[in-house]
């Protein structure tokens, strides 16, 4: 692959017709970053400090942004999101590259470097879960309520588990971005004692429908698949991390062989933009 394949700015190709976009930034050893949701676009990802050690490739998840929609809403399954993602690692034609998947994005790389560890250099599981389900969501939706609690002076936090339950009859793209605005609070250990470095996020924060409309064929579940994980891994988490948190952490610290845990002690689920310093350190130690 030539050099100029890799140069700064947004990239496309496509894959069975539908488009997808990435950005590059930085220089160094290309590290693939796949953002979360499903259906949240990308640019809340970016992180200018690892593109002093890494080159970075933002993916923009199909279905969101500039990349392309698929035809059936059905079709937006992990499988899918993982063919797409080994589009562009063949793409970028480099023996191995790292990743980052935060969230969501996190499930999607996990089930790549069990389908493909022979182009994965390393993983970064940044916030997120081996395992959904029942169990998965019954610990979120306590974690909401014990939020509201916490917060009985602030209508804005109320809302946020008003916003969690509602559904409206014809949602589309607009009402996931404000349903994401309303509940974004949550996802910071204190987003209201730092709202003035936060509140851009929210603002510019953008949600789209069709993602989150994917029929799995199967229950989210890799725990019994960990320990064939064979790439190097870091599992990041942020102590207060109401939905990806320490207990889905050590789920996977458990699991995998010769992982390393860091908690970030002061973040919820954004700890690249709560604790950059100490996120950025985790990360560099690990691709070095």
Not at 100 to 128: C, E, K, M, N, W
Request: proline letters at 7%; charged letters at 20%; one cysteine or more.
């Amino acid at each position: 692959m030539s050099s100029a394949t890799l140069t700064t700015g947004t990239h496309t190709i496509e894959l069975d017709g539908v488009r997808q976009v990435f950005h590059v930034h930085g220089t160094g050893p290309v590290c693939v970053a796949h953002s979360g949701g499903p259906g949240v676009e990308w640019s809340y990802l970016r992180m200018p400090a690892l593109e002093k050690h890494l080159t970075m490739v933002y993916l923009e998840p199909i279905g969101t942004g500039a990349s392309g929609r698929l035809a059936d809403p059905r079709d937006y399954r992990l499988d899918t999101w993982v063919r797409f993602l080994h589009a562009v690692v063949e793409h970028l034609a480099q023996a191995k590259v790292f990743l980052v998947g935060h969230s969501h994005g996190g499930f999607v790389i996990q089930r790549y470097a069990l389908d493909h560890p022979d182009r994965v250099a390393g993983l970064v599981l940044y916030d997120t879960t081996p395992v959904t389900g029942p169990e998965f969501w019954a610990d979120a939706m306590a974690n909401v309520e014990g939020f509201v609690r916490r917060h009985p002076d602030r209508p804005e936090a109320a809302d946020v588990a008003t916003a969690f339950q509602e559904t409206p009859a014809e949602p589309d793209d607009n009402w996931v971005t404000g349903k994401l605005r309303r509940i974004l609070p949550i996802y910071f250990a204190d987003y209201w004692g730092r709202e003035d470095e936060f509140g851009p996020l929210r603002a510019a924060v953008r949600g789209f429908l069709a993602p989150q409309l994917g029929e799995e064929p199967t229950p989210f579940d890799l725990r019994d698949r960990l320990g064939s994980l064979s790439v190097p891994a870091l599992v990041v988490v942020g102590a207060h991390d109401f939905i990806c948190g320490t207990r889905w952490a050590a789920v996977l610290h458990a699991g995998i062989p010769g992982v390393r845990l860091v908690t970030l002690e002061r973040s919820g689920h954004f700890g690249h933009v709560e604790q950059p310093e100490e996120f950025y350190r985790a990360v560099v130690e690990f691709v070095s």
